[in-house]
């Protein structure tokens, strides 16, 4: 899951919860003392939807019909299409509100670490609300690999992600209720 997933199952908490949640990624290590507890709660919470959406069945058979040299880095480009399903699942409204909410939290507060530079971008282009265009979305994924060493290994899952495009749907669709009965917190 990426940012608009996260922002979704954290949108029922509180704003410093869902920043946490949004920021996650850039946070590094266990001890989140330096945080304020609600944000701490909300970088835990990202952090349990990851590992229950890597340890998913539905990933496990992904990642076994991923093309072998991306397989690496198959998770990377599908927490963007992740976001992609939600975009499109989400009532437009009900979607646009979200990301206003967390736009908003991300231009009052500076995201840490590595997502500093790419999360004003985020928010100025409006990433959350184009990644409902599949274009966008992997446009997104080889951007990201550009950023990795060595060849990039997401713009080669390209092409699989298109031809595979009905199928992850589907598993999207397994996937998608059991995070958020697992994990969710409504509004």
């Not at 590094?28 to 939807?49: E, F, M, N, Q, Y």
């Not at 992740?82 to 499109?88: E, N, Y």
């Not at 507060?109 to 959350?128: I, N, S, T």
């Not at 992850?168 to 996937?175: G, H, I, P």
Request: aromatic share 10%; charged share 25%; proline share 6%.
């Amino acid at each position: 899951m990426n940012f608009l997933a996260h922002g979704w199952l954290a949108r029922g908490g509180g704003d410093d919860f869902l920043y946490g949640n949004l920021i996650a990624d850039g946070v590094k290590g266990i001890d989140l003392s330096a945080w304020p507890p609600d944000t701490a709660a909300g970088i835990r919470h990202h952090r349990r939807v990851d590992a229950f959406v890597d340890g998913h069945p539905v990933v496990a058979d992904i990642l076994a019909r991923t093309p072998w040299p991306q397989r690496r880095f198959a998770g990377i480009a599908l927490d963007l299409l992740w976001d992609h399903f939600a975009a499109r699942t989400l009532e437009e409204g009900t979607r646009r509100r979200l990301t206003a909410r967390c736009y908003q939290l991300l231009a009052t507060a500076p995201a840490p670490g590595r997502l500093a530079g790419m999360v004003p971008v985020l928010v100025e282009q409006d990433w959350l609300n184009r990644y409902a265009d599949f274009t966008f979305t992997c446009r997104a994924i080889e951007g990201i690999g550009r950023r990795l060493s060595g060849p990039n290994r997401l713009a080669e899952l390209v092409p699989w992600l298109a031809a595979d495009y009905v199928r992850l749907a589907r598993d999207f669709e397994r996937l998608w209720p059991a995070v958020n009965a697992e994990l969710g917190v409504p509004a």
